[in-house]
């Protein structure tokens, strides 16, 4: 793509997501129009002095739909940035950023604090499940004789297997009641229930983890074309490899905490920006960033507002429209090649 | 409401007229979409869930349980006498082999998933070894019952007595339920109500057409999801913080008890705002009387008398 292409892009992105805030802050079950739900946060910004609606509407805007609509934005660019790594990195065009057992890490750790009677701190134990798992799998891959991207690959599968058998079996043996609901729900990845310190766990792991791989865009290009390539020109393979790992499973291990394992954005997106954009990593990456936070953000409003007053969980959402999407690619990808 | 309630006492004065009635043999019924034939009176029953096992100790059924599982919460003390002795077979729900090693004769199952192949076995499974099951008529999904009113509770009472031959003893509890149920007054305060069931991210909230939806119009409450036909739904807060409900109905369960659904309204930023959250407008059902049966009347009785405590002086 040449510059100005790229520049009319990337703007015609970021106006499409401003675009996508300002409608979708507008949406709801509750009836508020986009001129109060607009007042109320200009209200909260400092940008207006009395606010426009009661207290309850007002927290409405402000603690429900806000919360959900920043970390929607965060989870979908965080998500889909992850997955163009992994797939570069394993140069796997399946890989997502659930690769190395991260998910069903998570989920087993969200699943036992949630039985422990802890719900509130689930985010806290799908965390730290998510870093044991990446542990485990690169540990297992180290015994293997070193972790290449296929014997990672295939101890997170190994691991992934073993964390989600727990899981079932913890669900087996001790929910009682409807308390499976809950659980099930989050397995599907939903972004409900969203509070401001979600979302700002969001945006944090994506202000730390984020300008790792974006600055790293010319070593991923090299990466394509294998780890010899990419050491016959000067890139310290082991290095990059080992920052790009740990910034991809930091911020995925944070995502699936606060949305759970939200399906088909790190897989589908990056594979629609690269047919858009090509694959130079310089473009590839903060395209694939914009376009999941947009897709994410339509997905979450869908799921919150649609079915009025039920809540679908987002995740049944990403799946209903990645997969046809998904294969959309695959079928222009095979006219291409 | 009213003409309800007069049918049920017509209804029950109807069924208490034969007073000699008796139960023909074999009995054929269809159940959830399914027919069963009761060759006599069973003499070894198994309940799945709470409502099926109260409903049995109502009826004075207890020398006939020769097995229970997945108890949703403890007997009630009316019942707890009765009960005492019971056999738990599991905690959850048991497997088909414990279930077939007790030698029953009629399995009686609060949900229709406890049916399923993993859990006591497939209804035809079960008809082939000579094994009646039944399904509490409000709980069927396989056909979908009609709205849930106390006619179709007393209706279910009345049809395990037919199948017990204790048409007595049903046409009582149900005279005696319709009688009690006939001496509530309906709330007349306009008060609107969300059924809170279960669920911390996304609420599970009673519907328009199963148990939460009859008890709370029994108690005159509006019911702010009674529109949706369902028996239970995940609900969206926003859904609940916009109706700003009167009273919260709050059910009270191990897995996520009427506490914790009262800290966690008091704590979470918006639903700390609902009026009926700031003036703790709380009404406690327990879990097991959350489902159709025996103990909805009791619930019903209980629950206005709660209803009735409540202020509503400050607002609405």
């Known amino acids: 793509m040449s510059w100005p292409a790229r520049t009319i892009a990337y703007l015609a992105l970021w106006a499409l997501l401003l675009a996508s805030v300002t409608i979708a802050v507008t949406l709801g079950p509750a009836g508020i129009s986009a001129g109060d739900a607009w007042g109320t946060i200009f209200h909260h910004l400092g940008l207006r002095a009395d606010p426009p609606l009661s207290p309850l509407r007002d927290a409405i805007v402000w603690e429900l739909r806000l919360p959900r609509v920043v970390a929607a934005l965060g989870v979908g660019a965080g998500l889909a940035l992850a997955g163009t790594v992994m797939q570069v990195m394993t140069r796997n065009p399946l890989a997502d950023p659930y690769l190395l057992g991260l998910s069903s890490g998570a989920a087993l750790g969200a699943v036992i604090f949630l039985l422990m009677g802890a719900a509130l701190l689930m985010p806290l134990g799908a965390f730290l499940g998510s870093l044991g798992a990446l542990a485990l799998a690169l540990l297992v891959a180290a015994l293997l004789g070193g972790a290449t991207p296929s014997r990672a690959i295939l101890a997170g599968i190994c691991i992934a297997a073993l964390a989600s058998a727990a899981t079932s079996l913890l669900i087996f043996w001790s929910a009682t009641g409807d308390s499976y609901r809950e659980i099930l729900n989050w397995l599907l990845g939903s972004l409900s229930g969203t509070v401001w310190s979600d979302a700002a766990l969001v945006v944090v792991a994506l202000i730390v983890c984020a ?30 490899r080992w920052t790009l790992l740990a910034a991809t499973a930091l911020l995925t291990g944070v995502m699936v905490a606060v949305g759970g394992a939200i399906g088909f954005v790190g897989l589908v997106v990056p594979h629609a920006v690269r047919l858009a954009v090509g694959s130079r990593h310089r473009v ?46 695959l079928l222009r990808y095979r006219r291409i090649t | 409401m009213r003409a309800a309630i007069i049918l049920g006492i017509c209804l029950a004065a109807l069924a208490a007229v034969p007073a000699e009635a008796a139960t023909t043999y074999p009995l054929t019924l269809n159940n959830c979409g399914m027919d069963i034939t009761v060759p006599k009176s069973p003499a070894r029953v198994v309940a799945i869930k709470s409502t099926a096992t109260e409903m049995l100790l109502s009826l004075g059924l207890a020398d006939r349980i020769v097995g229970i599982g997945f108890q949703d919460g403890p007997l009630p003390d009316t019942l707890a006498a009765a009960g005492r002795d019971l056999k738990v077979l599991a905690d959850k729900v048991p497997s088909s082999e414990v279930v077939l090693g007790t030698e029953p004769d009629f399995i009686y199952g609060g949900w229709e998933s406890n049916f399923a192949g993993d859990a006591v076995g497939e209804r035809p499974m079960l008809s082939r070894l000579g094994i009646a099951s039944y399904v509490a008529p409000a709980a069927c999904r396989t056909v979908k019952p009609p709205k849930l009113s106390f006619d179709g509770v007393f209706g279910e009472i009345a049809e395990i007595g037919a199948i017990f031959d204790v048409e007595n003893e049903a046409a009582a509890l149900v005279a005696a339920q319709s009688a009690a149920l006939g001496a509530v007054v309906p709330d007349a305060r306009g008060l609107t109500a969300v059924w809170y069931s279960s669920g911390t991210k996304a609420p599970y909230v009673g519907a328009g057409n199963n148990a939460p939806a009859m008890i709370m119009d029994a108690l005159g409450l509006a019911n702010v999801f009674g529109s949706v036909d369902d028996g239970w739904i995940s609900a969206n807060w926003e859904a609940v913080a916009d109706a700003n409900p009167d009273v919260f109905v709050l059910v009270d369960s191990a897995w996520n008890s009427a506490a914790q659904k009262k800290k966690l309204l008091a704590e ?49």
Request: hydrophobic fraction near 55%; avoid cysteine.
């Open chain 2, 268 to 316: 979470n930023p918006v639903t700390s705002r609902l009026d009926a959250v700031i003036h703790t407008r709380y009404l406690v059902i327990p879990f097991p009387a959350s489902e159709a049966g025996v103990r909805n009347v009791p619930a019903v009785v209980d629950m206005a008398r709660q209803l009735k405590a409540l202020s509503f002086d400050t607002a609405p």
């Open chain 1, 211 to 240: 300008p790792v791989i974006l600055l790293s865009g010319r070593g991923l290009d090299a990466f394509a074309f294998g780890e010899a390539s990419a050491a016959s020109l000067g890139i310290d393979v082991a290095r990059l």
């Open chain 1, 284 to 329: 590839l990456l903060p395209a694939s960033m914009l376009v999941g936070a947009i897709f994410m953000l339509w997905s979450d409003t869908v799921a919150r507002s649609l079915f009025d007053p039920r809540e679908l969980p987002v995740g049944i959402v990403t799946a209903l429209v990645g997969a046809p999407a998904f294969l959309l690619i």
